[in-house]
């Protein structure tokens, strides 16, 4: 089977890892993979990574979303290739990969991976006609997701397929401890760690906020926070202003979040909102207690004491889960456990892959819909 996965980009977030781990997943089977990046230069390590696992790359750049030139020759490059299913992430790709494969005769699986629908007015409504008219399918990465878009999809079929994530193998002592103080360059009696882009959804402000009240009953916690994006330099501001330099930490974009993860001891995640974000699943994996705002499809990852949620936009309550950790280590040691017992269970990136496979061969076949209302 021949396979086009087009991304809007190739950086460091969670639908560009799944890229990754998708291609691992198959690797002994006989599919061949192209993955077309719409925008910006491919983080090399990535790029490196799939062509490592027989992965072909492309990247197909052009002068906004809505470019004539690179539709033409994205449509070009579907029909000239032949690929038996396009699979579309994020929302340039939705929109132009949807249009492009109808172009090429070649069914397209168009993927939603968060709650919000893009907030420029011409995306959103361009990406909702895709969905419906020009997707043969459509893929959910949680429950959440579904729900949040089910009015924008009409009669399209949806289907949920959970993200997944891969096991993360701990550290050695020795390299565990110089890892803890390359990272927080301090002794820290508790590593929290966060990642994401530095932008409003991840709403890291206000776990600043929250770690700054964290600090007056804890003043050897640490935190860091890997990641890039516009909201930086006011971010290292705010740490400044809460007296925060010297236990907070920017990393800056990292390609090595897993072993980061087998580093410290707990994880954090203060969006506002989300789909399924891998970053948590890896964070389980990683035996870390895991403290998060219970929006997207987070409340159906953490249950049955796998972690700690709180809501969005309270640093107040955040502070007080991340409290509760310290607290109490006992219960700190069951949540790891718990979490990584459950993500190991839920989330096989082989189970993933074998359902995205056979979604690909419906649409292949021509058993899914054409989209059309």
């Known amino acids: 089977m021949r396979i086009a996965q087009l991304i809007d980009s190739l950086t460091v977030g969670g639908a560009e890892k799944l890229q990754v781990t998708f291609a691992r997943s198959v690797r002994e089977l006989d599919v061949e993979i192209t993955v077309?990046?719409?925008?910006?230069?491919?983080?090399?390590?990535?790029?490196?990574?799939?062509?490592?696992?027989?992965?072909?790359?492309?990247?197909?750049?052009g002068r906004g979303t809505f470019d004539p030139l690179r539709a033409g020759r994205l449509a070009r490059l579907l029909r000239g290739e032949r690929f038996d299913v396009v699979f579309t992430h994020l929302t340039a790709a939705n929109i132009l990969g949807t249009a492009a494969a109808a172009l090429a005769g070649t069914p397209c699986v168009a993927t939603l991976h968060n709650v919000k629908p893009p907030p420029q007015r011409i995306k959103r409504v361009l990406e909702g006609i895709a969905l419906r008219r020009l997707a043969r399918h459509v893929v959910a990465v949680g429950g959440a997701v579904a729900e949040a878009h089910r009015c924008r999809l009409g009669e399209q079929?949806?289907?949920?397929i959970p993200n997944p994530v891969e096991a993360i193998p701990?550290?050695?002592?020795?390299?565990?401890?110089?890892?803890?103080q390359e990272l927080s360059g301090v002794q820290a009696e508790f590593i929290f760690?966060?990642?994401?882009?530095?932008?409003?959804?991840?709403?890291?402000?206000?776990?600043l906020t929250a770690f700054a009240e964290l600090r007056r009953t804890h003043p050897t916690a640490a935190l860091v926070i890997a990641g890039a994006g516009p909201l930086a330099p006011r971010l290292e501001a705010q740490i400044d202003e809460l007296g925060l330099r010297g236990r907070v930490r920017l990393l800056g974009l990292r390609d090595d979040v897993p072993r980061l993860l087998a580093a410290v001891d707990g994880y954090v995640s203060s969006s506002l909102w989300e789909g399924l974000p891998l970053s948590v699943l890896e964070a389980m994996s990683a035996g870390l207690p895991v403290v998060a705002t219970a929006v997207g499809d987070i409340p159906a990852v953490?249950?049955?004491g796998t972690g700690v949620l709180v809501p969005p936009a309270q640093p107040p309550a955040l502070a007080a889960a991340l409290r509760s950790l310290l607290d109490d280590p006992d219960r700190a040691a069951a949540l790891s456990s718990a979490a990584r017992r459950h993500v190991a269970t839920h989330y096989s990136p082989r189970v993933w892959a074998d359902r995205l496979l056979a979604l690909a061969s419906q649409a292949a076949r021509g058993e899914l819909g054409d989209g059309a209302s």
């Not at 079929?157 to 949920?160: A, E, K, R, T, Y």
């Not at 760690?193 to 776990?207: E, R, V, W």
């Open 36 to 61: 077309v990046s719409l925008y910006r230069k491919p983080y090399r390590a990535i790029v490196d990574e799939l062509e490592a696992l027989g992965v072909r790359v492309v990247t197909l750049a």
């Open 170 to 180: 701990a550290l050695s002592a020795s390299e565990r401890a110089a890892l803890r």
């Open 157 to 160: 079929g949806c289907s949920v």
């Open 302 to 304: 953490i249950v049955d």
């Open 193 to 207: 760690m966060s990642t994401g882009m530095l932008n409003p959804q991840k709403a890291f402000g206000d776990l």
